[in-house]
């Protein structure tokens, strides 16, 4: 089922164009690798996605409902925090309900609440509700939710005290993507989660993200990574988004048969060009000794029929 959908989408940046008429779709279940150059746009399409840049045309298409979570290129962490204080930042959902609860724990409080009975019932059913909502976002739970992804990315219990400042550029990630998971979002975008992480830290990240309950979109140059975690490799490049099935290993198999096979066509479509463009000339050279329309006319059906090809869009590329 699709969640996501890209709807011919052009985005220009400094009087140069990203991509143009691009269109795609993640699915619900879906472990996309999204590769290609650097400088190609893999970063600008995570952010079209989160609504963060907007497209010059097309549209982003989200299903009605689904969260999706983002971890950037560079992570910024609040210093003076430790690693577990950062991580336990409260989900924006789960924080309004604790600050709901701190609100109605000061009303219930106040004199004039508990004094009046019909107001004190209001108040208790707002609690009872907000209760309610607490349990179902996992409030209860988050602490040792926390926890747990931290020692599933590779923390020990010794590091959660550790201030953020000391950490290597790969634990910060580590950290912003364990608060990034709590939140349990329907739909994962990593940009390079792998930066700066040893191999250990490497397969733990493999691991977590192949048993992730929802969709990850992760742009990473580890092949090894994409073969581990990936269902399906999304190619942009030169403007253009073309996806192979499989992990990397098989895209990198198809693309190669693909080259070779548009070139196969592309030097067989030349010949018939050039075969094309000699007749044009014969006929033309024909025409210019002996008026005679027949020729003209051939010349003319020609020239047409290669003009049809290049607004068909039929010229196969090098």
Known sequence: MHIIQLDHLTLNYAGRVIFRDLTWAVGDRDRVGLVGPNGSGKSSLLKLIM???????????RMRGISLGYLP??????????????????PPDLDQVEAELARIEAQLADPDVYQDSDALMRVLARQERA????????????AGHVRDVLLR???????????????????????????????????LLLDEPDNHLDLAG?????????????????????????????????????????VYPGNYTAYATERELRRLRQQQQY????????????????????????IDERHIRQARSR????????????????
């Open 73 to 90: 290129q560079d992570v910024q962490l609040t210093p003076g925090r430790t690693v577990l204080s950062e991580a336990m930042i409260l």
């Open 153 to 187: 990315l590779g923390f020990q219990p010794d590091d959660f005290d550790l201030p953020v400042e000391v950490l290597s550029g790969g634990q910060k990630k580590l950290v912003a993507l364990a608060r990034l998971v709590v939140e349990a979002p329907d739909v």
């Open 131 to 142: 209760l309610e909502r607490y349990e179902a976002l996992g409030g209860a739970r988050h």
């Open 202 to 242: 490497k397969r733990r990240l493999e691991t977590f993200l192949r048993g992730y309950n929802g969709a990850v979109v992760i742009v990473s140059h580890d092949r090894y990574l994409l073969d581990e975690v990936a269902t399906q490799i999304a190619e942009l490049a030169e403007g253009k988004l073309t």
């Open 267 to 290: 030097v067989a479509q030349q010949k018939e060009i050039a075969r094309i463009e000699a007749a044009i000339k014969r006929f033309e050279h024909w025409a210019s000794i002996v």
């Open 303 to 318: 020239r047409k029929m290669l003009e049809r090809m290049e607004a068909n869009g039929e010229i196969i590329e090098r």
């Open 51 to 61: 609504g963060q840049v907007h497209p010059d045309q097309g549209a982003v298409i």
